[in-house]
């Protein structure tokens, strides 16, 4: 399979406690976007990267949040001391860049509760 | 980036019937995407249609632009049960490099 891979695909944790996401991209896309979706609403942008750069972060990351993408592969998102707030499913994406007319290939997300 | 808005928020049709979704945005655009969100899943892209172009089809899907009332639609023939999903506009702004801005998608519901 060589679609956009989340793990782990749920997560439940307390309040307070980290949670790190990973997400594998399409092997030759230089993109790769983080986005969260809440239920009855559409993806909202956290961040993006361009190979390793991190060129664009959204208001909605807070300083609890955090991503990476070392050597330009795979990104992991980091979201510390949880709030019950965070519950929500956290999409990654990736394109093949630059350009405007390219299309994003989505994960299937990774579902936080935060209890 | 820019938000498309999508209408309506929730659509009901019997299997076999025609679909029509809405998307308005606000600013110029270099092309709109369309993507489908199945339940629980990431959203799969369908359909692209550039600035300079007014139809684009894809086997049972039609969309249409008009960059004159900053408006497109996407038109579901002959609906399936397995076409239920949220359904999402992206206006993609010129130059930008950026991300895609989603709104609240329609919500099709296809009852067999």
């Known amino acids: 399979d060589t679609g956009v891979s989340q793990n782990p695909r749920h997560k439940i944790t307390k309040r307070g406690q980290n949670v790190t996401f990973r997400c594998d991209p399409i092997s030759e896309h230089n993109r790769l976007y983080w986005y969260r979706q809440t239920l009855g609403q559409g993806p909202e942008f956290l961040t993006y990267?361009?190979?390793?750069?991190?060129?664009?972060k959204s208001r909605l990351l807070s300083d609890r949040f955090s991503a990476e993408r070392p050597k330009g592969s795979f990104s992991t998102l980091e979201i510390q001391r949880t709030e019950q707030g965070d519950s929500a499913m956290y999409l990654c994406?990736?394109?093949?860049?630059?350009?405007?007319?390219?299309?994003?290939?989505f994960g299937n997300g990774t579902r936080l509760t935060v209890t | 980036s820019q938000q498309g808005e999508e209408d309506p928020q929730a659509l009901s049709i019997q299997e076999g019937e025609n679909a029509t979704m809405n998307c308005s945005y606000k600013?110029?655009?270099?092309?709109l995407q369309w993507y489908r969100q199945n339940s629980g899943r990431g959203l799969v892209h369908l359909i692209l249609?550039?600035?300079?172009?007014r139809e684009k089809h894809s086997g049972r899907l039609r969309v249409t632009l008009d960059t004159s009332k900053k408006s497109s639609s996407l038109l579901i023939t002959a609906s399936r049960a397995a076409d239920t999903a949220s359904y999402f506009c992206?206006?993609?702004?010129?130059?930008?490099?950026?991300?895609?801005?989603f709104g609240s998608g329609t919500q099709l519901t296809v009852l067999p």
């Open positions: 994406a990736s394109s093949l860049g630059p350009g405007s007319d390219k299309s994003l290939h």
């Open positions: 600013t110029s655009i270099n092309n």
């Open positions: 249609i550039r600035s300079n172009e």
């Open positions: 992206a206006p993609v702004p010129p130059g930008s490099a950026r991300q895609l801005t």
């Open positions: 990267f361009q190979n390793e750069a991190q060129l664009e």
